[in-house]
């Protein structure tokens, strides 16, 4: 049995260096400030026990970790909603990477909720430890199969009051979900195929259970992003990846990966999930994932959503590099190597009505279903053995070139734009530009700018009793939509 014991210990912030990705360094930010919405950003270093699953056969040994936990959290308990938002931060970079928190943020805020960042894997320690040895140096993870029991003690943690002194000031939170994007999207995957969910909620219970399913649960629900059970490397993270930054730069190995999970096991399709999980994945995922979607589902035992978003591709949508210059120690007017991504200002919206759904799926109110996005799959398609390359196979597209199926939002469904793959060399991550309509095209299609704005309220009000839009955000996003139209110029 594992042990989830955790030993909580806060990081002296200093006054002139926030604690690196808190929105409080960045330039921009995609949400109000943490201190105007009675925010505010800690971080602690949280240690351990945890497994070392270092070959499939060998029994697991022990070692010690110590890691970091952001935390951006309400001052008040009055203001605390008591959810907690557990998000495995991205390592694909080579540095911690919050792809959930800048697009969420705004919505988790409004909500009252509150979001715990955690450092996962070797890699982005020793990115830490080199960027500032005196607060970090103290951090290690000897080995990244660590991370499943790491995971289990954190979220084991937000059971006690204040979630072990993660959440200071906090009653102990009702409900917690664990949210990972990408590689820490796939990472969550292989926690629930490979049943750490049920062990880590046996230990949470004392190795008996109680009885009360749902209170014996180490965390309530999973939202799985922008991660395809298709895609060959997944979340078998003791698999000795050489290179960390630059096999997720190209995601194009140039040899077979070790210990590469076939294509076709069960455990890259998620199955008989012990609380609800919804995968929500770009346009881009949606074509690797075509091999193993699985129904949804509503049946104890086996909650289930696969939630997919045309027009849209794998890079996270608000938050720009540029907008963290201050934590890559730049100065204004410098730039960085890697471009912005692209911004995705339609979608949030999305992402805010599946958290909603979400939570209230853990109280037993189930959420809408969705299409999948439709593909045309060529009869002699060869599937690529290592789960990298899926060229050939194409979205069924409306007149506009957007995909059909899949979530709807006013983006795709009254377009000002096409939003489209940029030809490249890349199989994964691949570049996507928005190509404006000029006045005429908009003109043309929806009779100028005053009958758009009416088309939008309709549309948007069409999206609320759908599910795909929530009420408090339906002026916000009409504003955003019909801010796009093209000018005159």
Request: one cysteine or more; aromatic letters at 8%; glycine letters at 8%.
């Amino acid at each position: 049995m594992p042990k989830l014991n955790l030993l909580v210990e806060e990081i002296a912030q200093l006054a002139d260096r926030p604690p690196f990705l808190s929105p409080d360094g960045w330039d921009t930010l995609t949400h109000p400030s943490l201190a105007s919405a009675g925010y505010r950003s800690r971080e602690y270093r949280v240690s351990g026990e945890a497994r070392v699953f270092r070959t499939p056969d060998a029994i697991p040994s022990s070692e010690r970790y110590a890691t970091r936990v952001l935390v951006i959290a309400p001052e008040r308990d009055a203001d605390f909603s008591g959810v907690v938002h557990i998000e495995l931060l991205n390592p694909s970079s080579g540095s911690d990477f919050p792809m959930f928190w800048p697009d969420a943020g705004f919505h988790l805020m409004a909500r009252g909720d509150a979001y715990l960042g955690v450092t996962c894997k070797s890699v982005t320690i020793a990115d830490l430890r080199s960027r500032d040895p005196e607060r970090y140096r103290s951090l290690l993870i000897p080995h990244d199969s660590m991370i499943w029991d790491l995971l289990g003690s954190v979220a084991g943690a937000t059971h006690q009051e204040e979630a072990g002194g993660m959440l200071l000031g906090l009653r102990a939170p009702s409900r917690r979900f664990a949210t990972g994007w990408s590689q820490s999207g796939s990472f969550l995957r292989s926690y629930l195929s490979e049943r750490f969910h049920e062990e880590h909620s046996s230990a949470l219970a004392g190795g008996v259970p109680n009885g009360d399913e749902a209170q014996s649960q180490i965390i309530d629900g999973y939202l799985i992003g922008v991660s395809s059970g298709g895609f060959g490397p997944m979340g078998y993270v003791e698999i000795d990846r050489d290179g960390e930054m630059e096999l997720d730069t190209s995601f194009t190995p140039t040899e077979s990966l070790p210990g590469l999970i076939a294509l076709d096991d069960h455990r890259r399709t998620i199955s008989r999930p012990p609380v609800p999980v919804i995968e929500y994945l770009s346009e881009d995922e949606a074509v690797q994932h075509l091999w193993h979607q699985r129904p949804d589902s509503d049946l104890p035992g086996d909650q289930y959503r696969c939630y997919q978003v045309p027009a849209r591709g794998h890079e996270t949508g608000l938050l720009t590099t540029s907008a963290r210059r201050s934590e890559n120690g730049l100065s204004d007017g410098e730039d960085l190597d890697s471009e912005d991504p692209p911004r995705h200002d339609g979608s949030q919206w999305l992402i805010a009505a599946t958290i909603t759904h979400l939570v209230l799926w853990s109280e037993g109110t189930p959420p809408p279903r969705a299409d999948p996005i439709p593909f045309d799959v060529p009869k002699a398609l060869t599937r690529d053995t290592l789960g990298v390359d899926y060229t050939g196979i194409v979205p069924v597209h409306d007149e506009t070139g957007h995909a059909m199926g899949g979530l709807r939002y006013l983006e795709i469904e009254l377009p000002l734009a096409r939003m489209q793959v940029v030809p490249s060399q890349r199989h994964i991550m691949r570049p996507w530009e928005h190509v404006p309509f000029t006045r005429a095209e908009a003109d043309a299609r929806y009779g100028g700018e005053a009958a758009y704005a009416q088309l939008a309220r309709r549309r948007a009000a069409q999206l609320v009793s759908q599910g795909w839009l929530l009420p408090e955000h339906t002026e916000l996003a009409i504003r955003a939509a019909c801010e796009k139209y093209p000018s005159h110029t």
